[in-house]
């Protein structure tokens, strides 16, 4: 994690720095430092106006805890995410970091899951892992996002919305969202999106209108499997 790599330098961070150099809200900064705790990190609040953290100094940094069989989940996970973004150097530093935080037991099935695991089906598009990241804060932190959209016929616009989900479906990634200027849900090929800018300030989201994404994407109403927003 981004941020217990920062703390660890043993300095008092101020939840505005923290932010700006995750590229996150400060509300994120706070939950990930509540989630760092929960590892059993001793991660050490300022409150006030301004907050800040650290780590405790001389802390002792606790293993990871994972059984055998979980480490083979996020091996496989990773390599298929390798498939997904060829371009991308996240999942090999994942890969490398937990090669060097692991005990050498968790190490060893490591290396064996990776070794004996094959991703053939290639994917339509590939992705990159910064969209999937400013993705994922909109959406815990109930914000919205901008960016630049091209569609099947090669037109382009700027969108602002509030992202609900992004799915995996027909071989390609989809971002769900309402679309703010037109006043409606969409569906998004991630891989047509450029330029992802969070917008400050959270936001009361819309409600989704289905209680399953899946009969949504399959009715009318959803016109799926899309490959294009409506304009």
Same mark, same amino acid.
């Given at each position: *994690? !981004?941020?217990? *790599? ?12 923290? %932010?700006?150099?995750? =590229? ?7 939950? $990930?430092? +509540?989630?760092?705790?929960? *590892?059993?990190?001793? @991660? +050490?609040?300022?409150?006030?106006? =301004? ?19 979980? #480490?083979?989940? @996020? ?17 090999? =530093? ?10 050498? &037991?968790?190490?060893?099935? %490591? ?7 094959? /991703? ?33 016929? !090669? ?5 602002? /919305? ?6 995996? &479906? ?19 090929? #991630?891989? &047509? *999106?450029?330029?992802?800018?969070? /917008? ?9 209108? $289905?209680?399953? #994404? ?7 109403? =959803? &016109? ?5 927003? !409506?304009?």
């Amino acid at each position: *994690m !981004n941020l217990l *790599m920062l703390l660890q330098s043993g300095a008092d961070w101020p939840a505005a720095t923290l %932010a700006q150099r995750l =590229g996150v809200s400060v509300r994120t900064v706070r939950r $990930d430092a +509540q989630r760092l705790r929960e *590892m059993g990190y001793d @991660v +050490q609040a300022r409150p006030g106006p =301004g907050s800040g953290y650290r780590l405790r100094p001389g802390v002792k940094i606790p293993p990871l805890l994972f059984s055998a069989d979980e #480490i083979s989940a @996020v091996i496989a996970g990773l390599r298929v995410l390798q498939t997904w973004l060829p371009e991308d150097p996240v999942t090999a =530093g994942a890969l490398l970091k937990l090669d060097q935080v692991l005990p050498r &037991r968790l190490r060893q099935r %490591a290396a064996a899951t990776d070794l004996a695991t094959e /991703v053939l089906q290639q994917p339509t598009t590939a992705i990159i892992a910064t969209s999937i990241g400013v993705i994922a804060d909109a959406v815990a932190d109930n914000s919205r996002i901008e960016f630049h959209y091209t569609d099947q016929h !090669n037109r382009s616009s700027t969108r602002l /919305v509030e992202p609900y989900r992004h799915v995996l &479906r027909t071989g390609r990634w989809y971002l769900i969202a309402f679309d703010l200027d037109r006043d409606d849900w969409r569906t998004f090929c #991630i891989d &047509r *999106m450029t330029g992802l800018t969070p /917008v400050p300030g959270t936001h009361q989201p819309h409600e989704f209108p $289905d209680a399953s #994404i899946e009969h949504w994407l399959t009715t009318d109403f =959803g &016109r799926a499997p899309r490959t294009t927003s !409506n304009r």
